[in-house]
């Protein structure tokens, strides 16, 4: 009987751990590029196992059926007992259970008696289908759109105090949601954003105090794939006593702010003739002089569209490409306002009253464009992107009447994936595939790079950095062009948090795809 023979395994696992910790030592590789070789060099040495253990180990025949059957039994049971929830946003998969029950969603429930409510709120009639019309609290700040009320993720105030610690946030809810990646926006003590439930994609309102629903617009309508996940992904926009929000497959609302009646409705994937990309519709609405422009990615012109806020008719459509997972900005570039969006494969600004192209400039398109151009100074901006593009500066200038706009610098030190940019004291700041970056925005070179958060969110708030990691923390930052200064941090949530935060005053909004939670943050 001869022996095993174990130097073929053990070669393969050599080779193997050199392989990935070559993947992984390689200086700026792309981080979704090294997991994805990582997984599939993982398989490769599995394969290799199996086939030495078949043909080349010299076990006994029936010791090697025997294994074999027992190696390919256990790999077809753990798709059976496991599954894949999505990835993380360095392309990692996220692996659960199969079983357990999903936790039990909270509906919006018959109106209270008026006297159950706050002095300060004043509850509204109920809808026709007996939903509680929503209280108003007009004391509170509002965050009413993606990245807050000047769409920038900064916001004046308040001043937030350094040590979570000595002070900690104040939970004053915290209950399971629908799936999305949709954050919250907030007015009037209303606090609304978009959920899957089930087969109906819905717009949902919440008490910003208590996290009671208050109403939820349904639509038929259901996006979903292992890497993009489950649900609408665009965070809603409160304007007056209006709310717009767009879902993962195209179908623009209009409701009421205070009991979510649908005032009208578009199709706007359908009727541009454009189509869903692989991640899901994840433009945010902007309304800008009672306008409500989209990026629809449409064929024939119909790139970026508008529609009439109060009747939702068509009231203009430009641009030729397809559309990013950005949103649209409304902003002051060479002394004339103008919307800048970045497109699947362009960076571009257009007149906000008939939406006519004004410059435009090439952007690459191998990877999916999401974080908003990030306004620099009366004449420039920053646009990035993640999978390796990084940073490039572009400075627009006015000629004679024609606006042109010229790339003056581009850097891969800072690669945001999702994660919008930020200017503060003239350093821009990002997450470089994940970890917090300091940029001088006049020649794109970094100044520092630390604190890996993943790929999370981030607000400027009276100065101070508000970092919400991939994790679910919330990482207060001094940010200094000198060095990363961490101040203090807490949990929030947990599991993959891609979904925006919302802040309104000191009171924090959070969420993910599984559920969402409220906090009073301590102020100075």
């Not at 205070?258 to 990309?277: M, N, Y």
């Not at 490409?321 to 494969?345: C, I, K």
Request: glycine content about 10%; some cysteine.
């Amino acid at each position: 009987m001869s022996r095993p023979r174990l130097w073929p395994a053990a070669l393969v696992l050599l080779i193997g751990a050199l392989a990935i910790a070559r993947i992984w030592l390689v200086a700026d590789s792309i981080r979704q590029w090294q997991m994805v070789q990582t997984i599939v060099t993982s398989i490769v040495v599995v394969i290799l196992l199996i086939a030495w253990l078949a043909f080349a180990s010299r076990l006994p025949r029936r010791t090697r059926l025997v294994g074999v059957a027992l190696a390919l039994g256990a790999l077809a049971l753990v798709p059976a007992v496991f599954r894949i929830r999505g990835v993380t946003g360095d392309l990692r998969p996220i692996v659960e259970p199969r079983l357990g029950r999903a936790a039990a969603l909270p509906e919006p429930a018959p109106p209270p008696p008026a006297a159950d409510f706050p002095k300060a709120a004043v509850p509204a009639p109920a809808t026709s289908d007996g939903v509680a019309a929503a209280p108003v609290a007009p004391d509170l700040p509002a965050f009413p759109q993606f990245l807050g009320p000047t769409r920038d993720a900064m916001l004046p105030g308040p001043r937030l105090a350094r040590d979570w610690t000595k002070h900690p946030p104040r939970r004053l809810w915290r209950q399971p949601l629908g799936p999305s990646w949709s954050g919250f926006a907030i007015a009037g003590g209303i606090a609304v954003t978009q959920e899957q439930r089930g087969a109906e994609e819905r717009v949902v309102a919440y008490d910003v105090a208590s996290g009671r629903p208050l109403w939820s617009h349904a639509d038929r309508a259901r996006y979903e794939t292992v890497i993009a996940g489950i649900g609408p992904r665009a965070t809603p926009t409160i304007d007056g006593r209006q709310v717009y929000a767009m879902g993962a497959t195209g179908i623009l609302n209009a409701l009421d702010l205070t009991s979510g009646k649908r005032l009208w409705s578009r199709d706007v994937v359908k009727e541009t003739d454009a189509v869903i990309p692989e991640w899901g519709r994840s433009c945010s609405p902007l309304v800008v002089d009672g306008r409500v422009v989209v990026i629809a990615g449409g064929s024939r012109g119909r790139r970026l569209v508008a529609y009439d806020a109060v009747s939702g008719e068509p009231v203009w459509a430009a641009g030729e490409g397809g559309a990013s997972y950005s949103s649209a900005t409304l902003v002051t570039l060479a002394g004339r306002q103008q919307l800048v969006v970045l497109n699947d494969a362009s960076v571009s600004g257009h007149d906000p009253a008939t939406g006519a192209v004004l410059w435009e400039r090439p952007f690459p398109r191998e990877q999916p464009n999401v974080a908003m151009p990030l306004l620099l100074g009366p004449d420039r901006l920053v646009v990035s992107a993640g999978y390796g593009v990084g940073s490039k500066a572009y400075r627009v200038a006015d000629e004679g009447g024609v606006l042109r706009a010229t790339l003056e610098w581009e850097s891969p030190r800072l690669k945001s994936k999702f994660a919008n940019l930020l200017v503060h004291q003239g350093f821009v700041y990002g997450l470089d595939d994940g970890v917090l970056t300091c940029l001088d925005p006049t020649n794109g070179e970094r100044r520092w790079k630390s604190g890996r958060h993943g790929h999370g969110q981030l607000l400027l708030v009276a100065g101070l950095l508000l970092v919400q990691t991939e994790e679910g923390e919330l990482v207060l930052v001094d940010p200094s062009p000198e060095a990363y200064r961490e101040l203090t941090r807490f949990s929030a949530l947990d599991g993959k948090t891609w979904n925006p935060p919302a802040l309104a005053g000191s009171l924090l909004l959070v969420r993910n795809d599984r559920e969402a939670a409220a906090y009073e943050l301590p102020v100075e």
